[in-house]
């Protein structure tokens, strides 16, 4: 089956840097578009950042623009999210998540309803 385990989480200072790490099993994994979604307590999840399946095109949420960055490598399986200028707002719980089936080769997404396979999480604490 599809397996996503996301590591990297931790506190860190505001204005400092984080990078995620996901990697995948189970599927192609360089036929799908990958995303980086948040979480903060009592708050619905949220788009972060998305990629293609080829790693050029890439789409983020205003929020985020300009401080983190998604990339991904395909001969390691993994999508890593860079996250830098990092403020209080960021703090969260980070899933990484990849898309359906008949999504295979699309462009990136922010569409939460469009992933089907999700990692379990990394917590992320920004301290002000």
């Known amino acids: 089956q599809v397996q996503l385990v996301e590591s990297g989480g931790g506190l860190v200072q505001a204005g400092g840097s984080l990078r995620l790490s996901c990697a995948v099993s189970?599927?192609?994994?360089?036929?799908?578009?990958m995303g980086w979604f948040r979480q903060a307590p009592g708050k619905e999840r949220e788009f972060v950042a998305a990629i293609n399946w080829s790693g050029v095109t890439t789409y983020y949420a205003d929020s985020v623009k300009g401080r983190f960055t998604i990339s991904r490598d395909n001969a390691k399986n993994t999508v890593y999210l860079r996250m830098n200028s990092l403020k209080s707002e960021d703090t969260a719980v980070y899933y990484c998540?990849?898309?359906?089936?008949?999504?295979?080769?699309?462009?990136?997404?922010?569409?939460?309803?469009?992933?089907?396979?999700w990692g379990q999480g990394t917590q992320v604490t920004v301290s002000s």
């Open positions: 189970g599927r192609t994994f360089s036929n799908y578009g």
């Open positions: 998540a990849t898309v359906a089936d008949r999504y295979i080769n699309s462009d990136p997404s922010p569409y939460i309803y469009q992933y089907t396979y």
